[in-house]
């Protein structure tokens, strides 16, 4: 075009120069304006800045505080405090949203590393207070194994009731039954129902304590035979042990309160063989090879009778009684003594006891004096 040559093209070139280059100023201040107007309107609220420096405070912060905290209680209240919802970090977070946008997210990875830096230090720090705990429990609890022990006795069975009991172990190998029975009887069971009618002299050899006029001491394991075939009908096997009494002198041999272990067998078909067979297969048990011999003998509730001697100090000492069941006492039952038939027997548990261990005296069973206890 040839007018941008002339003169008056030029002119209005420099002109509209002029014109842009006033809006350009213009436009300028007003951004200028805005920019300074944009600054101190950040200022008044949080510049990324701002909010970066509150976090690495609050960090600071919750670091000395965690590491102060003493128990878990404690620590449970600054993360509550710190990360929980009404938080400080929530706190500061929450201004987040006055930056802009190209900016928030750089505080929201840094508030998310500050979230894991004080989750980290919480759990470290509770471990340690938890460790802290149990060292201290340890510590007050400790126990010396290596202190010398307080001396408690142990203590042990007396002699008298490991026989008893081996006594009774025996038989229970045999297939008896253990039974037991008062040890205050009356006058029937005691002596009546084992065919001892009052007036009758064996009374006399088992005089005991009456308690009133029908009730004794009882002064043998026997009346538990009457008892038990009462309510228990043959056969029938069991052995029975208990303490007696009896209005006897003391001596060696002899003592008013006593042991025994009450035997009975009642079967069809059982004779005299089986009794001698029983007693000489527990005796042979109980004492080994021992010299052995059997009596014949008398009791009221038992037809034969027999009693059985062992070797005793270089003498035979009676440590049973034993016979075929009387048919009266079988009667006096009801029990028909056609087609039953039994045998009983009752052993001394102190004799048994004495001439087991080799002891002298009767009486050192019951005075109590742990210098012979001890053996035992
Ligand atoms: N009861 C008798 C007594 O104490 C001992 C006795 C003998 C018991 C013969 C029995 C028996 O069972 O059959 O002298």
């Not at 001394?348 to 004096?369: N, P």
Request: with cysteine; net charge negative; charged share 25%.
């Amino acid at each position: 075009m040839p007018a941008a040559n002339t003169p008056s093209s030029l002119l209005i070139r420099i002109r509209k120069a002029l014109v842009w280059w006033g809006g350009f100023l213009e436009a300028r201040g007003r951004l200028l304006k805005v920019t300074a107007f944009r600054n101190t309107a950040v200022s008044a609220t949080i510049s990324l800045q701002q909010l970066t420096e509150q976090l690495e405070q609050l960090e600071a912060e919750a670091a000395k505080a965690i590491g102060a905290a003493g128990s878990a209680a404690e620590l449970e209240d600054l993360r509550v405090g710190l990360l929980g919802k009404k938080g400080k970090l929530s706190a500061v977070l929450g201004a987040m949203g006055k930056l802009p946008g190209p900016e928030r997210p750089l505080v929201g990875q840094r508030a998310n590393v500050l979230k894991e830096q004080v989750q980290g230090l919480l759990g470290e720090r509770l471990s340690a207070v938890k460790a802290a705990a149990m060292a201290e429990r340890i510590a007050a609890e400790t126990l010396d194994v290596t202190m010398p022990s307080r001396f408690t006795p142990a203590g042990h069975r007396h002699p008298l009731i490991s026989t008893i009991e081996e006594i009774v172990d025996i038989f229970s190998g045999l297939g008896y039954r253990v039974e037991e029975g008062p040890e205050i009887e009356t006058d029937h069971y005691n002596f009546t129902a084992l065919n001892i009618p009052p007036h009758h002299p064996a009374r006399d050899m088992q005089d005991t304590f009456y308690l009133s006029e029908h009730e004794l001491l009882r002064t043998h394991t026997s009346p538990v035979q009457i008892r038990h075939l009462e309510n228990n009908p043959p056969p029938v096997r069991i052995v029975a042990p208990g303490r007696v009494y009896r209005r006897d002198a003391v001596d060696a041999t002899h003592s008013p309160v006593f042991h025994q272990v009450e035997v009975l067998a009642i079967d069809e078909g059982l004779d005299f063989s089986h009794l001698r067979g029983t007693v000489t297969t527990f005796l042979q048990r109980f004492f080994g090879d021992l010299p052995v011999r059997f009596r014949a003998s008398y009791f009221p509730f038992t037809e034969p009778s027999a009693e059985v001697d062992v070797q005793w100090r270089g003498r035979w000492l009676e440590v049973m009684g034993c016979g075929m069941v009387d048919p009266a006492v079988l009667e006096g039952l009801g029990i028909d003594p056609e087609r039953y038939s039994g045998f009983a027997a009752g052993l001394g548990v102190e004799r048994f006891c004495m001439v087991r261990h080799g002891i002298d005296d009767i009486r050192r069973l019951f005075t109590s004096d742990l210098r012979f206890l001890e053996q035992f």
